[in-house]
């Protein structure tokens, strides 16, 4: 079956870096537009950044442009997220996603079971 399995999450503090991973199984990895979207709490699924997987063209939100940078390893079937100078209000769970559309705002065809980032002084 199809999985996304994310990693990299954890507890910083405000101006530090982490990095996102997700790992996908299960279906052509390249065939797919990448995403990752996250969850603040009591707050609605936003798309932070996709990819195209065919010529790596990107997408971000205007907040975390500068900041964040995706990438894809299409031989490893890897998804990456490149987080630095977090700020208090990126604290969120953090879902890959994939999808055949390119930007989709929700509904994605697949979605990983996420991974906490907690940006706290």
């Known amino acids: 079956g199809v999985q996304l399995v994310e990693s990299g999450g954890g507890s910083v503090q405000p101006g530090e870096s982490l990095r996102l991973h997700c790992t996908a199984s299960g279906f052509t990895f390249s065939q797919y537009f990448m995403y990752w979207v996250r969850q603040a709490p009591g707050k609605g699924l936003e798309v932070v950044s996709a990819i195209n997987t065919d010529d790596g063209t990107t997408y971000y939100e205007n907040s975390v442009k500068g900041r964040f940078t995706i990438g894809a390893d299409n031989a490893k079937n890897t998804l990456y997220l490149q987080m630095n100078n977090l700020k208090t209000e990126d604290t969120a769970m953090y879902y890959c996603?994939?999808?055949?559309?390119?930007?989709?705002?929700?509904?994605?065809?697949?979605r990983g079971q996420g991974t906490r980032v907690t940006v706290s002084a």
């Open positions: 996603a994939a999808d055949t559309g390119y930007v989709v705002t929700d509904g994605w065809t697949f």
